[in-house]
């Protein structure tokens, strides 16, 4: 595949964004702009505060668009209706630094709610053999019966991950996903959305400031107060 001639998932145009109201309203994101490969890696950097989940967000329709264009997956979210926001955000992963497992639920139990979320026509066999598939592919094969309170941080991560990939999402966000893990687990879980990246075309955007991952990413985008600073 060659996806620098693939229709981009994700294309930002002149967005600005507004928080608070009054007084107190205050602008945190001013005029990015921004394309993102399908297939790729991109990883979201900057100071504490600079905008990286506000444009994560933004991206990944889990905030409405104030002013400029996002189109995601060839949909402009810029006065999306909640309807066609929900249609969208089944076609997309995500991925959080608090793993929010449930801890009553096993591996993959946990990784069934993803695709309750999805809303398909039901067919529990089916169900189960893609969440023990997607266990497998994140090395818990061995585990997926296990509850979250038996699982290592980077165990319960991993599932996290599987949770967010059994859909066969197009897209991945993922905010600080590594932050809980040591540097083997967390290289771990970057080079699995990577090989998915080259597999499935998966195209993955990752907040973080986790430096030992930045090598393996296609693209690294910088933010500081609000703006792109740096595009490599
Ligand atoms: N819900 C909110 N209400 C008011 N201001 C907000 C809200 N969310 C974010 N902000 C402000 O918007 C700016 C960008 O915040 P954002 O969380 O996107 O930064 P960040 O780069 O992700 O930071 P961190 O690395 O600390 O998570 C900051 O000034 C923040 O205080």
Not at 69 to 98: M, P, Y
Not at 150 to 162: D, F
Not at 200 to 227: S, W
């Amino acid at each position: 595949m060659n996806i620098s001639n693939a229709p981009a998932p994700i294309d930002v145009r002149n967005l600005n964004h507004w928080f608070g109201a009054g007084d107190a309203r205050k602008q945190a994101i001013f005029d990015v702009n921004v394309s993102i490969a399908r297939g790729s890696l991109t990883i979201l950097m900057g100071p504490s505060g600079s905008g990286k989940t506000t444009v994560l967000t933004l991206m990944g329709c889990l905030r409405d668009v104030q002013d400029g264009s996002v189109s995601l997956l060839g949909s402009e979210l810029n006065g999306a209706g909640e309807k066609q926001q929900v249609q969208l955000r089944r076609r997309l992963g995500f991925i959080f630094q608090a793993h929010n497992l449930h801890d009553s639920l096993t591996a993959r139990q946990n990784v069934l709610m993803g695709l309750q979320v999805h809303g398909r026509a039901r067919d529990q066999a089916l169900e189960n053999e893609a969440a023990r598939h997607v266990l497998e592919l994140v090395g818990l094969g061995d585990r997926v019966d296990y509850l979250p309170a038996n699982l290592s941080g980077g165990q319960k991560q991993r599932v996290a991950v599987a949770r967010a990939l059994v859909g066969n999402p197009e897209i991945v966000f993922a905010d600080e996903p590594t932050a809980a893990l040591d540097k083997e687990s967390g290289r771990n879980v970057v080079e699995m959305l990577k090989a998915l990246g080259r597999e499935r075309g998966t195209t993955t955007v990752m907040v973080t400031h986790d430096n030992r991952i930045l090598e393996l990413a296609d693209r690294i985008i910088t933010l500081e107060d609000g703006r792109i600073v740096s595009d490599k």
